[in-house]
Antibody, heavy 116, light 106 residues
């Protein structure tokens, strides 16, 4: 079955950086776009970015454009989210999800806390 | 912008629930999805393309609507259905979610 497992979350100071990883299994990785979505406590989910199967198409939400960068390694069936210049309002659970439009498969999420 | 109503729905098990999602612009191709989220869990896809149930979703969940007005209906609430529901559009970027509707036990 589809499995998505995020890692790399933690506590970071404002202005700092963090790199999230997501290991995917149980499906043909190169058949799918992949996305990152985050959710702050008590808030609606927020789509952040997606990447096409061979990295040809990438798109970002305005809130993270220029600060976050998505990438993937098809040989390792993994995607990554490089997060720079983190702000307090980036605090959230970050989910790795399969697809670029609607999302049936989600990881359990990894918590990112940005605080001084 | 997606606007859901009501914000909270207080109902009893066995009752019918209807959640509305209104878009500020026409959602092309009915590219609208519905999700259910219970506390501490990731969202779960219920409906895609406005009315197609996702894999394994019970038939008490149904979606309807087109253009700018969409509805999620739960025909008879089961105890596990008390949760928060979100609509989400994918006809344009950025993908966006509604603010959520909490279905609580009356």
């Amino acid at each position: 079955q589809v499995q998505l497992v995020e890692s790399g979350g933690g506590l970071v100071k404002p202005g700092g950086s963090l790199r999230l990883s997501c290991a995917a299994s149980g499906f043909t990785f190169t058949n799918h776009y992949m996305s990152w979505i985050r959710q702050s406590p008590g808030e609606r989910p927020e789509w952040l970015c997606y990447i096409s199967a061979y990295s040809n198409y990438i798109d970002y939400a305005d809130s993270v454009k220029g600060r976050f960068s998505i990438s993937r390694d098809n040989a390792r069936t993994s995607i990554f989210l490089q997060m720079d210049n983190l702000r307090v309002d980036d605090t959230a659970v970050y989910y790795c999800v399969r697809g670029g439009s609607n999302w049936e498969s989600w990881g359990p999420g990894t918590l990112v806390t940005v605080s001084s | 912008v997606l606007t859901q109503s009501p914000g909270t729905l207080s109902l009893s098990p066995g009752e019918r629930a209807s959640v509305s999602c209104r878009a500020s612009q026409t959602i092309d191709n009915n590219y609208l999805a519905w999700y259910q989220q219970s506390p501490g869990q990731a969202p779960r896809l219920l409906i895609r393309n406005a009315f197609n149930r996702a894999t394994g979703i019970p038939d008490r969940f149904s979606g309807s609507g087109s253009g700018t007005d969409f509805t999620l209906t739960i025909s008879r609430l089961e105890p596990e259905d008390f949760a928060t529901y979100y609509c989400q559009q994918y006809s344009s970027s950025p993908r966006t979610f509604g603010q959520g509707t909490k279905v609580e036990i009356k």
